[in-house]
Structures are given as C-alpha cells and as structure tokens.
C-alpha cells in the first residue's frame, strides 16, 4: 500500500507552526519502516512559547471565568470528535505505532470515553466545610492546578494522552502535551479536535520533538505546575529530579513486571485466553503486560501445552491488515533490544517453547517484527524474570502453594498490575490483598476504565491516573478562613 507522507505542524497558542530550526522528524511505519509523515523537531525554544501560552491562557478571563458545565460541554463535543474521526484517528495510531486496526479502535473508543467520562466532572469538582469555632465560617475551593505538562510515550500515544489531558481540562488547567517523537500522529489530531470543540487559544498546546530537547525543557520550566508523565523509571527519575527544582507536582505512571497467578480451579480455558492475550496484544509493549504467569503445578503441563499451541498458531503482519492478530514493535532498536532479552533469557538457562526470533516470512523481513516468545522455568533472579522487556516474552514458573506464589509474584521492584484466576472468592479476595499492584484482576486480564484509578506501588510510579481520585493531581485546595466577629 503506498501512502501519502503528510506534513504536519505542532499547536502553539492557536497557531500551526513549524520548528523554529526548521527541522522535521521523519514518522514511520513500523510494519516497513517507509516514511509516513514529516513532523516539526521542536526546539526549547517551542518548549517555552507553549509553556508561556499556557501561562497566558490560564489567566485570560474566557479559560479562567468560564462556567465549569461549559467546560463540560466542550468536553463531551470533543468526546463526541473523537468518534466521529475514529477511522482516521485509528489508521493514524496504526501507520505510526505499528499495533492492529482493531486495537487502535479500542484505544481510540477509549479516549473518547475517558472525554465523555471527565466532561460529566467538569462542574462537580467541590470544596466543603469545616466545623471550626463559633463566630467564624471555614469552607476550601478547589481551584485549577495550573499549566500541566503530558509527557506522553509511544505505546498508547492516544489513550494515554487522552487519559490526563481530560481530567486536566475538566478542571480548568491549560495543557501543554509532548507526544512521543515516535508516534506524535494522534495528539496532534487531538490538538486539531480539541480547537474545533471550542477550547480557546493556548489552552491546548501540542509540541512535537525530543523527550531529551522539548520533554527536558518542558519539565524544567519554573512556569509548569504539574507534571504527568508515563515511560521508563528511569526517565521518570530524571523528570522527578527536574521537578524537584522547581517543587513541581508529580504523577508518575512508570513500567511493570506484572504477574499472572493460575489456580487449579480456574476457568483454564479461559485463563489461557487472557494469559495469551495479555502478554501478545499491543506486541507486549505495555506498562500492564502479564509478563510473568505462575502455574499451579497440578495443571501446569496442560496449561502450558493449550498456550504455547495457541500461540504457535498467532499471524503476525501489518497491523493494517485485517487478518494480522499481532503487529511490529515500534521501532528497530526495540526489536533488537527485544531479541537481547531473549538471548539472555536462553544463556541463564530459561527454557525456550516458541518464538524467539524475527518471522521467517520475507515480506515482514523490512519491518520490526518479534515472533510471540514463551520461556518457561523462568526465575526471579533471570533478567528476563525480574526486567520489563516490553515486548512479546513470556515467562512462565510452576507453583506449589500460595505462600511461595506471593512471594513470587512481589518479588520484583515493581507493582503495577496483577491477574487472579480462580473460582474460589477466598483465594481471590486472599490474592487481591496480599499482592503488591495497583490494580488487581480476578478472572480478567487488560482492564481498566476511565472510571477506575490506576496506578502503581513500588517503582512503577506515584499517584493515580482515572477515576475521581485523579482529580486530586489536577486541583489545587484552598482553605478560607473568616471570622464573623
Ligand atoms: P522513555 O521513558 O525514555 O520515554 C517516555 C516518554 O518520555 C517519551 O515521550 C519520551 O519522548 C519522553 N522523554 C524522554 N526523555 C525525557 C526527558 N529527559 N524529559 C522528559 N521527557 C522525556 O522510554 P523509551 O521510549 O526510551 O522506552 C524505554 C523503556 O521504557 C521501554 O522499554 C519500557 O520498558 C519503558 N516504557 C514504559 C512505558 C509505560 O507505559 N509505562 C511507556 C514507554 C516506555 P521521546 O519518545 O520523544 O524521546
């Protein structure tokens, strides 16, 4: 398929601008490595006009004055855009991120309902009062955060930016979004959409370019009062040192190690559905990824047998194509790093059931394909037992009793997201107590809701994401105290 190369520019302040350099990044298919589209290298010097307009809009009386179910109102139009422009904005994710049609649909419906979801926020977000002494009325406001900034990463370019640039807006702050040089395709959509909702000018800013040139400078700006980034936990710590300087608000979503736990007594058919699933969607670039999966060992051989021949029969291919049920990954050196992690996980004696190569095909040999990998006998002090591959890798482990699973299953420096397949309501409820993650499935697998928060313990971050409680990092308190002496 031959396809057009757009030439795009990033929203500053209301305007479509190019880079001040004059320089472009190249986007491109991950499925071919062919140019797709040319998109400003924004410079620090963009960094700073989109933090200042921010700054600006977020004092001008038509941000600052307007009636929060107006803000609302803009909210469910632009709710409303983004399903209107599903296809599109689906082909966009797809061209440049590399994962199916069908799972950019879902993330694109997703983002739309994350709109829909804060749009209903918009004007509920309340103060109280306090009992104090006599003679004196005590109440707090809830007043907008500031300018926040998005660092958004490339493997869920659109949901994740929808995630926070929502609840962002609902209450009344003025964004300014980096999308991943890599996938910058769908928030400038989202940029163009939102201006088409009626946010007004520099309330949404979008600046395309280098997390180290424009990311760097956009967290080190003593104008930016809260920062949302989602990536590594390394570049996390450096957007946290950075924010240190300036005592700017943090919410951290970083990566996972997240385990699966199968009990005898599961639904295994079922299980091994959402086990497959949770690992080989999005090719296994995900902070949620079941990447670890602890088989009791009373099932474990015919467990492993159904997945490792379910997996065998998986077509990878363009994500474009109907018929691909896993795409590429991102890009070549996440391919290469990919098939790093499996030559370690071989050479520390882990046992190789499929995968663990480029396809043979000729026809995917241009793009960045990893065959869906299994290992079993995997143990914690593996790299590829305890590190996030973010790629299609499975490691599987055979477990005797609950004690020695949990223990398994907590060892890891992360906690972000945990699958409990089980029948019984005592070991689930057991489980989803004693597992340290933010998020706890019980016989279900890649969920979550714009409704429901969504975090990390230990290194996988700070803070929530979603549901009411996220409004807390968007929202500064008040307190008023009057004395009616
Ligand atoms: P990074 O953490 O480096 O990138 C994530 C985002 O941060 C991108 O938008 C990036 O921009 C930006 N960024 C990079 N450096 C800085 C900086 N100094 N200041 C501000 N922003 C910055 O991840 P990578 O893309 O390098 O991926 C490496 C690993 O990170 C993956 O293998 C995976 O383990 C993990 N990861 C986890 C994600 C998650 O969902 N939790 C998402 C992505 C990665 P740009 O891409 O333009 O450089």
């Excluded at 949302?228 to 936990?233: L, Q, V």
């Excluded at 990919?338 to 396809?359: H, S, T």
């Excluded at 060892?411 to 699958?419: D, K, N």
């Excluded at 397949?421 to 714009?450: C, Y």
Aim: net charge negative; charged share 25%.
């Amino acid at each position: 398929m031959t396809v057009q190369v757009q030439k795009l520019k990033m929203l500053i302040n209301g305007e479509w601008l190019e880079s001040s350099t004059g320089a472009t990044t190249s986007i491109v298919d991950p499925s071919n490595n062919e140019p797709v589209a040319d998109v400003p290298r924004g410079s620090k010097q963009e960094a700073r006009a989109a933090v200042e307009a921010a700054h600006e809009a977020l004092a001008s009386p038509e941000w600052r004055d307007m009636d929060s179910a107006k803000r609302g109102r803009i909210l469910t139009k632009l709710s409303t855009l983004v399903r209107e422009n599903m296809d599109e904005m689906a082909r966009l994710e797809t061209l440049s991120q590399g994962k199916t049609l069908r799972e950019s649909k879902g993330d694109v419906a997703w983002a739309a309902r994350a709109f829909e979801y804060f749009a209903g926020l918009a004007d509920k977000i309340e103060g109280e009062t306090i009992p104090v002494p006599p003679k004196r009325l005590d109440y707090t406001l809830k007043e907008p955060l500031g300018v926040t900034v998005h660092i958004v990463p490339w493997n869920y370019p659109i949901a994740i930016a929808a995630r926070s640039w929502a609840p962002a807006l609902a209450a009344g702050n003025t964004v300014v979004v980096k999308p991943s040089e890599t996938t910058p395709l769908t928030a400038l959509k989202l940029g163009e959409l939102s201006v088409k909702a009626g946010v007004p000018k520099g309330v949404v800013n979008v600046v395309t370019g280098s997390g180290a040139e424009v990311g760097s400078a956009l967290v080190s700006d003593r104008k930016v009062d809260g920062i949302i980034f989602t990536g590594s936990s390394e570049t996390g710590r450096q957007v946290m040192e950075a924010a240190a300087k300036n005592v700017t608000h943090v919410l951290l979503e970083l990566g996972g190690k997240n385990p699966h736990i199968v009990f005898p007594d599961a639904d295994l058919g079922r299980a091994v559905r959402y086990v497959k699933d949770g690992i080989f969607t999005n090719a296994g670039q995900m902070c949620w990824a079941g990447s670890r999966a602890f088989i009791h060992e009373s099932v474990y051989d015919g467990f492993v047998k159904d997945l490792v021949a379910k997996t065998k029969t998986m077509r990878l291919g363009p994500g474009m194509e109907e018929s691909s049920e896993m795409g590429p990954v991102v890009s070549r050196s996440r391919q290469e790093t990919i098939l790093g992690y499996v030559k370690d996980g071989i050479q520390e004696g882990a046992k190789l059931m499929c995968g663990g190569n480029q396809p043979a095909e000729p026809r995917l040999r241009s793009g960045n394909f990893v065959e869906p990998t299994i290992f079993e006998e995997v143990t914690g002090e593996m790299k590829i037992g305890c590190e996030e591959i973010f790629g299609p890798v499975l490691s599987i482990t055979k477990f005797r009793t609950t004690d020695e699973v949990v223990s398994m299953a907590n060892e890891t420096e992360y906690g972000l997201y945990a699958g409990v397949w089980t029948k019984d309501l005592k070991t689930a409820h057991d489980m989803a107590s004693r597992l340290q993650a933010g998020v706890v499935t019980i016989n279900e697998f890649l969920i979550t809701f714009p409704s429901t928060p969504f975090g990390g313990y230990k290194e996988s971050g700070i803070g929530h994401e979603n549901g009411i409680e996220t409004l807390r990092h968007y929202t500064r308190t008040k307190n008023v105290s009057v004395n009616l002496n």
